[in-house]
């Protein structure tokens, strides 16, 4: 048990619309990133959180958004949503320490029609 | 530049057999090193990480990962295979420095094995 809970676990959208994605970091945590994972690939680095400020994106655009709250928890926002968002969203969260690991929840798997 | 691949998108061994996943990476410094698991439905599961202390790397479920500089390999072995097994597993790189961390991964390797 990570102690990472990602809502929902599925999610349908229609192209154009607005999503908005939630993450429950572990106990402790301070850092949060996001990862999309599409069909087959390895997760690819979206943007990460530290004490409720982005510090780091990865190659995607800025209708990729995101929030971390004083509880260290975080939302990600994806809005005019593309087929191609169409992928697993990892949540990932870690101690402030740096290359340490991370631990991961059970994502969110959206689709996009 | 940093960037892992890893050999062999599937992979498919017997029950009781060696299982071999390879994974070499590129990093402009000293890397820090992951491999997580992935069953179905679900998200990473930490198996087992460098973090330059030693050079063999002991982790859970019997596997176990050997880092070598000179080759820039990083593969994940396991002598004796169980049908729970089976899942997708993903080399990672960490890059780090202060408070940001950012994890680079391969593109998977999915493990079948076969009774």
């Known amino acids: 048990e990570t102690g990472v809970t990602q809502s929902p676990t599925h999610l349908i959208k229609t192209r154009g619309q607005q999503v908005t994605l939630r993450c429950s970091s572990q106990?402790?945590?301070?850092?949060v990133s996001w990862y999309q994972q599409a069909l087959g690939q390895g997760p690819q680095f979206i943007f990460q959180y530290y004490r409720e400020e982005e510090n780091g994106r990865g190659n995607f655009p800025p209708r990729f958004s995101g929030l971390q709250f004083p509880n260290y928890s975080s939302e990600l926002n994806v809005n005019a949503l593309e087929l191609d968002d169409s992928a697993l969203y990892l949540c990932a969260s870690s101690l402030e320490t740096m290359n340490t690991e991370a631990f991961f929840g059970q994502g969110t798997r959206l689709t996009v029609v | 530049a940093q960037s892992v691949t890893q050999l062999g998108s599937h992979v498919s061994v017997s029950e009781g057999a060696l299982v071999l996943l390879r994974c070499n990476y590129s990093s402009s410094v000293p890397p820090y090193l992951f491999w997580y698991v992935q069953y179905p439905n679900q998200g990473l599961q930490l198996l087992l990480k460098y973090t330059s202390a030693a050079t063999l790397v002991k982790g859970i479920n019997g596997f176990e990962a050997e880092f070598k500089k000179s080759e820039t390999s990083f593969h994940l072995t396991k002598p004796s295979a169980h049908m729970s097994d089976a899942a997708e597993y993903f080399c990672?790189?960490?890059?780090?420095?202060?408070?940001?961390?950012?994890?680079?991964f391969g593109s998977g390797t999915k493990l079948n094995v076969k009774p």
């Open positions: 106990s402790g945590h301070n850092t």
């Open positions: 990672a790189v960490s890059l780090g420095a202060g408070n940001f961390n950012k994890f680079y």
